[in-house]
């Protein structure tokens, strides 16, 4: 026979700050927030500019906060140039602003330290993290227990992978593109980001320019299918007057 109490696995995940370790058996555990221990998953969530994915990320805060869940929202680069999560139809929710030296687990054992309670993270803009936070976000799942959903571009303007979306399709437990169609001027399904300097469509420069989708930008941005991506044509709004 064996011992069960010797070769059951410890549970490593941490609900709470001074929870102590899940007794064996510990998959039929359940945290504070009354949810499984280990139930906890990474989801990366994308799709090109304009189909909804702040709007989308919000959307699922309000849904888990509802359900007595608490969370942390946070962002890198967001179009408001602000600590929150903007959308271009109005929605805004205050957010932590990611930079390259914070720690992802930091800040959430930091909230545990102080009493409050972290069930999971909302990651806005997840391409332009970091890969060492992607990282540390499986880490924040498997080891700590808090479900992470993260939204975000997968292609820069050259139509190459971010390379935290690269990790993010790689480690994610789900991996889900929005539905929400956005359409090329032709009225193709848009794919494509294209970066737009001075009326054209440029393929070189840094990786993460900001700008905008409207058309007074300087430096803006037009989803397009991959015909007219490939070609750099942005449309007849680019042609000048037609008879």
Not at 28 to 48: E, I, N, S
Not at 70 to 92: E, H
Not at 120 to 137: G, P, R, W
Not at 172 to 188: K, P, S, T, Y
Request: glycine share 10%.
């Amino acid at each position: 026979m064996t011992d069960d109490a010797t070769t059951a696995p410890t549970c490593l995940a941490h609900p709470f700050p001074g929870q102590p370790h899940a007794p064996a058996g510990c998959a039929a555990a359940r945290g504070l927030d009354g949810r499984p221990v280990h139930a906890a998953a990474l989801k990366f969530f994308w799709g090109p500019m304009d189909c909804g994915k702040s709007t989308m990320a919000l959307q699922m805060n309000y849904n888990h906060a509802r359900q007595g869940r608490r969370g942390l929202v946070t962002t890198r680069i967001d179009r408001s140039l602000g600590p929150q999560v903007t959308t271009r139809i109005g929605l805004a929710h205050e957010a932590i602003e990611v930079t390259d030296d914070l720690d992802l687990r930091a800040l959430v054992r930091g909230r545990w330290a102080d009493g409050v309670r972290v069930d999971y993270l909302i990651c806005d803009e997840a391409c332009f993290y970091t890969v060492e936070h992607v990282e540390q976000m499986a880490e924040l799942v498997d080891s700590y227990d808090v479900d992470v959903f993260a939204f975000g571009l997968a292609t820069d303007f050259r139509s190459s992978l971010f390379p935290a979306a690269q990790r993010l399709f790689e480690l994610a437990d789900e991996v889900a593109r929005i539905q929400v169609e956005v359409l090329c001027w032709c009225g193709r399904e848009g794919l494509l980001n294209a970066r737009v300097v001075g009326g054209r469509v440029v393929r070189e420069g840094a990786q993460v320019v900001i700008g905008d989708t409207v058309d007074t930008a300087e430096v803006r941005y037009q989803v397009l299918c991959r015909r007219h991506y490939r070609s750099g044509d942005l449309g007849p709004r680019d042609l000048g007057p037609r008879d």
